[in-house]
């Protein structure tokens, strides 16, 4: 059965350093969505993709955050001036359709900022 | 403004006990679309259902059971003999049709089975 992918599991980085959170989602699928999770709290929309731009976004996802599609398979998820604050649980989704379609989220990244 | 409301933070039954999970939601839009969510200890999401506003009819699938009530604004979660591997994080989330897929989460119901 297809299933999104994500690279790293888990990620360690220092404070104000670059990262770069990657994800594969279904092939068939052409929406894209990143959201992240802070510790034992709730899941937390972050951006969707849609046809190679950002279709909505949250106000979490500020000037630090940006999403690519660098070629047909990886989405990824840059944060470039990393915060303690941005430690969390990192989830990418993908979906066939759009808002009338299930998201399919891949096993998640943990970002450890030091 | 859109919102889900899951009022219990944590549930502890006892293996073969039925248990359900509550879930309330806010939405002005018509259409909209309702799921729920399952985060096992390992800490994916686990996606166990859709429904879309227009659909009212509840919903069986083996020991899962869900009740769709717009007149309450509700969609609850029934587990019917629980077992050990259903302890969880579960959580209700909401899309609407203007949206563009974004789903907007409650705070999650954490379910204990003990043997």
């Known amino acids: 059965e297809p299933e999104v992918t994500q690279t790293p599991s888990h990620q360690v980085t220092q404070m104000g350093q670059e990262v770069i959170l990657r994800c594969v989602p279904i092939?068939?699928?052409?929406?894209f969505y990143w959201y992240r999770q802070i510790l034992g709290q709730k899941v937390e929309f972050l951006v969707s993709?849609?046809?190679?731009?950002?279709?909505?976004k949250s106000e979490i996802f500020d000037d630090q955050f940006s999403v690519e599609r660098p070629d047909g398979s990886n989405f990824t998820l840059k944060i470039r001036s990393t915060k303690l604050e941005d430690s969390a649980m990192y989830f990418c989704a993908s979906s066939e359709v759009g808002q009338t379609d299930t998201q399919y989220f891949g096993p998640g990244t943990r970002l450890t900022v030091l | 403004a859109q919102k889900v409301t899951q009022a219990q933070t944590e549930i502890s039954v006892v293996e073969k006990e039925d248990v359900t999970l509550d879930c309330v939601y806010e939405t002005r839009d018509t259409t909209y679309y309702l799921f729920w969510y399952k985060q096992p200890p390992s800490g994916e999401l686990v996606f166990l259902i859709r429904r879309n506003s227009f659909d009212e009819q509840n919903e069986i699938s083996g020991r899962y059971s869900w009740n769709f009530q717009k007149s309450t604004s509700s969609f609850n979660f029934t587990i019917t003999a629980s077992q050990v591997v259903d302890s969880a994080v579960y959580f209700c989330?909401?899309?609407?049709?203007?949206?563009?897929?974004?789903?907007?989460f409650g705070k999650g119901t954490k379910l204990s089975v003990k043997p």
């Open positions: 993709f849609y046809n190679n731009e950002i279709s909505e």
């Open positions: 092939s068939n699928h052409l929406y």
């Open positions: 989330a909401l899309s609407v049709r203007r949206s563009q897929g974004n789903l907007i």
